[in-house]
């Protein structure tokens, strides 16, 4: 009896001695609570009334913060520009006559013919049959007519001409990404809208929660969620010429690790997702091996948001690595979940509960000594 306690002292405490490396998949209370904070490691933020309402006054990316759109203008013709010419004439006529849908010539009608849609050369120039070459870079389509109708009033009978820009890259917009089809937009004298110009070129064709919007202008950049747009009004702003449009799909994730039912990487299903639900979809805290009073945020914040939630001055560029807490046994702790707004890429970590990791322990003391101990008795009926 001596020797098999005896055995069992040593051995226990051979265990003992290694509790800092029983096998584990994340940090623990006492492991966070040795972080060095907001040294040389993370901030650890514990959620609180004040926490919360530092995070409900962060400032959200939003396309807002551009100046006040250009108006589209007539356009000036320009290299590369696709130009219209539409040529009547009065009857009878010789070189410009009307015709029906069959194509047949109507004799003694008033005349008209369109010309195909033609592409400024890098010489400036169009051809107009019967008129030649005509130069069109620089000018407005009302002086391109008036000199199509010099060109042709010793020719025609009193020629008339309409010439119109169908594409402009002074006016136009350009829509890209690989959630649309992408093109070239032309914008009228209304000036288009942010969903305009993307209905425009065939909508998006990714699924609305995992699209992206960049709008970039005079060289200032912003990316908003797509749904952003369609739920405020203000952030579907009024295009300028020459906007670029980036328009990608992106799949957000968050991910949930330690002591839950089903720890995994779970897509957004939805705009919104709060700390509650995302918990929910990983099947809740397991009982029996979960600390509710300790689940983990990892993710990093601007540091100005840090300034604000610490009171500190300055703040930095970088954003800071963080380490949110939050105690789940008590009903407020439940109320900050349902207002804790996950974001793409955080991991959430439910640490093991002290009883756990008490339990592991003497479930490796006595995988270690039990063999022993039958190794004893064995001895000591041998004996």
Same mark, same amino acid.
């Given at each position: 009896?001596?020797?098999?306690?005896?055995?069992?002292?040593?051995?226990?405490?051979?265990?003992?001695s290694?509790?800092s490396?029983?096998?584990?998949a994340?940090?623990?209370?006492?492991?966070?609570?040795?972080?060095?904070?907001?040294?040389?490691?993370?901030?650890i933020i514990?959620?609180?009334?004040?926490?919360?309402?530092?995070?409900? =006054?962060?400032?959200?990316?939003?396309l807002?913060s551009f100046?006040d759109y250009?108006?589209?203008?007539?356009?000036?013709?320009?290299?590369?520009?696709?130009?219209?010419?539409?040529?009547?004439?009065?009857a009878?006529g010789?070189?410009?006559n009307?015709t029906n849908?069959?194509?047949?010539?109507?004799?003694? =009608?008033a005349?008209g013919?369109a010309i195909?849609?033609?592409?400024?050369?890098?010489?400036g120039?169009i051809?107009?049959?019967?008129?030649?070459?005509?130069? @069109?870079?620089?000018? +407005?389509?009302?002086?391109?007519?008036?000199?199509?109708?010099?060109?042709?009033?010793?020719?025609?009978?009193d020629? +008339?001409?309409?010439?119109?820009? =169908?594409?402009?890259?002074?006016?136009?917009?350009t829509?890209?990404?690989?959630?649309? =089809?992408? #093109?070239?937009? +032309?914008?009228?004298?209304?000036?288009?809208?942010?969903?305009?110009a993307?209905?425009?070129?065939?909508?998006?064709?990714?699924?609305?929660?995992?699209?992206?919007?960049?709008?970039?202008?005079?060289g200032?950049?912003?990316?908003?969620?797509?749904?952003?747009l369609t739920?405020?009004a203000e952030?579907n702003?009024?295009?300028?010429?020459?906007?670029? !449009?980036?328009?990608?799909?992106?799949r957000?994730?968050?991910?949930i690790l330690?002591?839950?039912r089903?720890?995994?990487?779970?897509?957004?299903?939805?705009?919104i997702?709060t700390?509650?639900?995302?918990?929910?979809?990983?099947?809740?805290?397991?009982?029996?091996?979960?600390?509710?009073?300790?689940v983990?945020?990892?993710r990093?914040?601007p540091?100005s948001?840090i300034?604000a939630?610490?009171?500190e001055?300055?703040?930095?560029?970088?954003?800071v690595?963080?380490i949110?807490?939050?105690?789940?046994?008590?009903?407020?702790? !439940?109320?900050?979940?349902?207002?804790?707004?996950m974001?793409? #890429?955080d991991?959430?970590f439910i640490t093991n509960a002290p009883?756990?990791?008490?339990?592991?322990?003497l479930?490796?003391v #006595?995988?270690? @000594?039990?063999?022993?101990?039958? #190794? @004893?008795?064995i001895?000591?009926?041998?004996?």
């Amino acid at each position: 009896m001596i020797i098999r306690f005896r055995i069992f002292a040593v051995l226990a405490a051979a265990v003992l001695s290694a509790c800092s490396v029983l096998p584990g998949a994340g940090p623990d209370l006492f492991t966070t609570a040795s972080v060095d904070d907001g040294v040389n490691g993370p901030r650890i933020i514990d959620i609180d009334a004040r926490v919360m309402a530092a995070l409900r =006054s962060g400032k959200s990316p939003t396309l807002t913060s551009f100046s006040d759109y250009q108006a589209a203008s007539v356009p000036v013709i320009g290299v590369g520009d696709i130009v219209r010419v539409n040529i009547w004439e009065a009857a009878p006529g010789n070189l410009f006559n009307a015709t029906n849908s069959a194509g047949t010539v109507l004799v003694g =009608s008033a005349g008209g013919t369109a010309i195909p849609d033609q592409v400024v050369q890098p010489g400036g120039t169009i051809n107009v049959p019967f008129a030649g070459d005509i130069k @069109v870079v620089g000018k +407005q389509p009302r002086e391109v007519e008036a000199a199509v109708v010099r060109k042709l009033s010793a020719k025609a009978v009193d020629p +008339q001409a309409l010439v119109s820009v =169908s594409k402009s890259a002074a006016n136009s917009v350009t829509v890209t990404g690989d959630a649309v =089809s992408g #093109g070239l937009v +032309q914008l009228s004298p209304s000036n288009e809208r942010i969903l305009d110009a993307i209905s425009m070129v065939g909508g998006i064709r990714t699924p609305i929660n995992d699209t992206y919007v960049s709008l970039s202008r005079g060289g200032k950049v912003v990316t908003v969620p797509f749904l952003l747009l369609t739920t405020a009004a203000e952030e579907n702003l009024r295009l300028s010429p020459r906007d670029v !449009l980036s328009v990608y799909g992106h799949r957000r994730t968050y991910t949930i690790l330690g002591a839950a039912r089903a720890p995994s990487d779970i897509p957004f299903d939805a705009p919104i997702v709060t700390l509650a639900q995302a918990l929910g979809r990983a099947g809740g805290l397991d009982d029996n091996k979960a600390d509710s009073s300790s689940v983990l945020i990892f993710r990093y914040e601007p540091a100005s948001l840090i300034s604000a939630i610490f009171g500190e001055p300055g703040g930095g560029s970088e954003p800071v690595p963080v380490i949110y807490r939050l105690n789940l046994r008590s009903a407020t702790g !439940l109320f900050y979940a349902k207002g804790f707004l996950m974001r793409d #890429g955080d991991v959430v970590f439910i640490t093991n509960a002290p009883g756990a990791e008490l339990a592991k322990f003497l479930s490796i003391v #006595g995988t270690a @000594v039990t063999p022993a101990i039958y #190794g @004893v008795d064995i001895y000591s009926v041998v004996k």
